[in-house]
């Protein structure tokens, strides 16, 4: 029953809360997906989280309200493919530089008529030196940090897929031939097909749906 489950707040395409649910779903851990509006947040998030951010993971005895943790404790309960294999270090500073100099320059070239002093490409630019940190990382091997799929594609691919989504026209042209490679065979795969599925808007009484059954 979705009752008695950890109750997870997200929302469809925010990629914080993508990697979340990639990394529930792939560890089998069944929750109560709550989907919010970003513009309506319902009172039971802003309660368990002041700094309002998807995702949220409650917990019977603690709250998650970082994505990452969300990851881990997920791998921690169940890691069937041993997705913290690999260069751990490796994986945590690309995780870093994802989270912090590739966000800030996607979300500029994401929106660019909100930085009016500088054009659009300067931002994507930007964006692509981490892009070619990644080609370069694909190109020696299949996935970020070792031959397989690792913590590091999960909390990673669905950022380079907003990237990707900005202008699908110029992305397909660019130079990154193997992240896009890795780009698409991940989306293609189950994992990703679930943790994308579109979930209706949750609202206070409600019992959210299942998310090992959506
Ligand atoms: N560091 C947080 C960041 C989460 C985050 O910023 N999520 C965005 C949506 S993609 C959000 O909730 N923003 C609040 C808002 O737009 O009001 C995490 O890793 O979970």
Redesign the pocket.
């Known amino acids: 029953m979705a009752a008695n489950l950890p109750v997870l707040y997200s929302?469809r395409?925010?990629?914080?809360?993508i990697?979340?649910r990639l990394a529930l779903i792939y560890a089998g851990i069944n929750v109560e997906l709550r989907e919010v509006q970003?513009?309506n947040?319902p009172a039971e998030l802003l309660e368990l989280s002041p700094k309002?951010?998807?995702?949220v993971l409650q917990l019977p005895d603690e709250v998650l309200?970082?994505?990452?943790d969300?990851m881990k404790w997920a791998l921690r309960q169940h890691d069937p493919e041993d997705w913290l294999r690999g260069d751990v270090q490796k994986a945590q500073d690309l995780i870093a530089r994802n989270?912090g100099e590739f966000k800030y320059y996607l979300d500029r070239y994401k929106y660019p008529e909100r930085e009016p002093d500088h054009p659009q490409t300067y931002f994507r630019e930007q964006a692509e030196l981490f892009l070619n940190a990644l080609e370069g990382c694909l190109s020696v091997q299949e996935y970020l940090c070792a031959e397989y799929f690792t913590l590091a594609d999960a909390a990673i691919l669905p950022f380079i897929r907003q990237f990707a989504a900005v202008d699908a026209e110029w992305f397909i042209h660019s130079k990154f031939e193997q992240v896009r490679n890795w780009l698409d065979r991940s989306l293609q795969s189950s994992l990703f097909t679930k943790g994308l599925q579109k979930y209706p808007v949750w609202h206070t009484g409600e019992v959210g749906r299942e998310l090992l059954e959506l």
């Open positions: 929302f395409r925010c990629p914080y809360a990697r979340a970003l513009q947040k309002a951010t998807v995702p309200t970082e994505s990452l969300i989270d």
